[in-house]
């Protein structure tokens, strides 16, 4: 996805011919929120993303992924990190799920 990710969203509205309240009645978020969303002044809840998927039948995991890949891009800009940090992240992740796999469970923790 080359847009941002509520762009992404305006577009799935718009195409569908779903006005802002029709949109947000279906996600069951207010239709001014829902504006700044797809404005990109205000970040999606990540727990609306399954309902997203069921609204425009799309499948939750690549949803899942456009969601957090933005996120995760507007982070390391806005703390200047350099690209370097997405290797660094690769290796935490294999790191982590190792870790998690030989004690049989995934255990993470919010903030």
């Given at each position: 996805?080359?847009?941002?990710?509520?762009?992404?969203?305006?577009?799935?509205?718009?195409?569908?011919?779903?006005?802002?309240?029709?949109?947000?009645?279906?996600?069951n978020?207010?239709?001014?929120?829902?504006?700044k969303?797809?404005?990109?002044?205000?970040?999606?809840?990540?727990?609306?993303?399954?309902?997203?998927?069921?609204?425009?039948?799309?499948?939750?995991?690549?949803?899942?992924?456009?969601?957090?890949?933005?996120?995760?891009?507007?982070?390391?800009?806005?703390?200047?990190?350099?690209?370097?940090?997405?290797?660094?992240?690769?290796?935490?992740?294999?790191?982590?799920?190792?870790?998690?796999?030989?004690?049989?469970?995934?255990?993470?923790?919010?903030?």
């Open positions: 996805m080359q847009v941002a990710f509520g762009e992404y969203i305006r577009k799935l509205r718009t195409d569908n011919n779903l006005t802002l309240t029709q949109l947000g009645a279906k996600l978020i207010d239709s001014g929120a829902l504006s969303i797809e404005t990109g002044k205000k970040q999606l809840d990540e727990k609306v993303l399954p309902k997203l998927a069921k609204v425009f039948k799309l499948n939750l995991d690549m949803l899942k992924d456009e969601f957090f890949s933005e996120k995760i891009a507007y982070a390391i800009c806005k703390n200047k990190c350099s690209e370097n940090i997405l290797l660094l992240v690769e290796e935490k992740i294999k790191y982590i799920r190792i870790k998690n796999t030989k004690q049989g469970v995934l255990k993470f923790t919010d903030k």
